[in-house]
């Protein structure tokens, strides 16, 4: 009797061990010892990255505002910066984060509040010499 289920269930233990092999090779890991007459498996070595990152490029909620402020020539108030957030990269920012931010920017002079509008610091020798370095032929 114990031959005879032995015997029977043969083919689906070769099959088990296939499928474990597979799935070690899958996913790189060390393949679990199984006692058998058969020779072990050769091990597989994990696919190596490429180095280039997919999807979105990961930006801080600094350089989303300075770019939303970019944006914004004449300058923007919270809200419409929020907005400016929301619309760009779908996503939606506590106010008192984003105050914060600006607060913060405000006091390593990067932006400037003024009359209730946050806008960027502007230098006015930077556009000169920006200007100046592009020919545009008209």
């Given at each position: 009797m114990?031959?005879a289920?032995?015997?029977?269930?043969e083919?689906f233990?070769?099959?088990l061990?296939?499928?474990?092999?597979?799935?070690?090779a899958l996913?790189?890991?060390?393949?679990?010892?199984?006692?058998?007459?058969a020779?072990?498996?050769p091990k597989a070595?994990?696919?190596?990255k490429?180095?280039?990152?997919?999807?979105?490029i990961?930006?801080s909620?600094?350089d989303?505002?300075l770019a939303a402020l970019?944006?914004h020539?004449?300058?923007?108030?919270?809200?419409s910066i929020?907005e400016?957030l929301?619309r760009?990269?779908n996503?939606s920012?506590?106010?008192?984060r984003?105050?914060d931010?600006?607060?913060r920017l405000?006091?390593?002079?990067?932006?400037?509040l003024e009359?209730?509008h946050?806008r960027?610091k502007?230098q006015?020798?930077?556009?000169?010499?920006e200007a100046?370095?592009?020919?545009?032929a008209?």
């Amino acid at each position: 009797m114990v031959a005879a289920r032995a015997k029977a269930a043969e083919p689906f233990e070769e099959e088990l061990r296939a499928v474990n092999i597979a799935l070690a090779a899958l996913d790189g890991a060390p393949l679990i010892e199984v006692e058998h007459d058969a020779a072990p498996a050769p091990k597989a070595e994990p696919a190596r990255k490429s180095g280039l990152g997919r999807g979105r490029i990961k930006r801080s909620l600094e350089d989303m505002i300075l770019a939303a402020l970019r944006a914004h020539d004449e300058g923007a108030d919270t809200g419409s910066i929020l907005e400016s957030l929301e619309r760009r990269w779908n996503r939606s920012f506590q106010e008192s984060r984003v105050v914060d931010e600006l607060r913060r920017l405000s006091a390593a002079n990067t932006v400037v509040l003024e009359r209730g509008h946050w806008r960027l610091k502007v230098q006015p020798d930077a556009w000169t010499g920006e200007a100046a370095a592009h020919h545009v032929a008209a």
